[in-house]
């Protein structure tokens, strides 16, 4: 195998373990996975059987879907001591949640996307369904991605706006083109808080304020969701002030002692 054949390989790992994970804790099939990872079945077949023989994914023998496995498990706890911020993170996430009544989520950067890290369900008996533990999201879709991409250096958001992020709109509409997208990147600069008004999902609306590591990156975002009718315009400059508040908090817990 050549080097670049090489490379290849691990790129194709790295994503069917990205996809594998986005559905847990319900598994997914062979089919999905590949379609997801725009990869051919028989290539994500073969993949998965080796990474399965690795422990690194692991197939329900009743339902024939894929999860992943416990060598991922214990290389997580590993790696928790440098990476894990939940001990910080979930007390915040539960005053959010309390206090507001709406869903409230903690969600890491990871490159050009987020992944939610962390959520509690508030009060109020209608619920948005759009985030979960463990999904995935381009920075700029939903009010994480939004909250991180707009406090990135200027010249990070550029790339990502003229490489990732000009092609959001074919998978998540047109107000994710760029020049929309910019319009939305500005707002939040000005706000300090990212608002999403229902893009992901009609009805659905969210939330983000960014919360940045010890060198000053947005490298994590909070982030309440719920239905439109909670997000009233005097409402969001309240939840927007209390997003911050926490988000602070959270920030400065964070370069106060161990991650």
Do not use: K
Not at 97 to 106: I, K, N, Q
Not at 163 to 183: C, F, I, K, R, S
Request: negative net charge; contains cysteine.
């Amino acid at each position: 195998m050549s080097r670049g054949q090489g490379i290849e390989v691990v790129a194709r790992v790295g994503a069917l373990l990205r996809g594998v994970g986005t559905h847990e804790p319900g598994g997914v099939s062979t089919t999905d996975v590949a379609r997801e990872v725009v990869m051919a079945r028989p290539t994500a077949h073969r993949l998965l059987t080796s990474l399965a023989r690795e422990g690194l994914v692991d197939r329900d023998p009743r339902t024939g879907l894929w999860h992943l496995g416990p060598e991922l498990y214990l290389l997580g706890t590993s790696a928790a001591s440098r990476y894990d911020i939940s001990h910080h993170a979930r007390a915040v996430v539960h005053e959010l949640a309390a206090e507001t009544g709406e869903s409230a989520f903690l969600s890491a950067r990871r490159g050009d996307e987020t992944v939610c890290l962390l959520s509690e369900d508030g009060s109020f008996p209608l619920r948005s369904h759009v985030l979960r533990e463990g999904i995935r999201f381009p920075l700029g879709v939903a009010s994480a991605g939004l909250a991180i991409l707009a406090h990135l250096p200027e010249r990070e958001l550029q790339a990502f706006l003229a490489g990732a992020g000009a092609d959001l709109a074919p998978a998540w509409g047109d107000a994710h083109a760029v020049e929309a997208l910019t319009d939305r990147v500005h707002e939040t600069r000005t706000a300090g808080f990212a608002t999403n008004p229902g893009l992901v999902v009609e009805g659905s609306w969210g939330m983000g304020a960014a919360v940045f590591d010890r060198s000053g990156s947005p490298a994590w975002a909070l982030s309440l969701t719920g239905v439109e009718s909670r997000f009233r315009d005097d409402r969001r400059v309240e939840l927007g002030r209390l997003l911050l508040d926490r988000a602070h908090r959270l920030t400065q817990l964070l370069r106060s002692g161990p991650v």
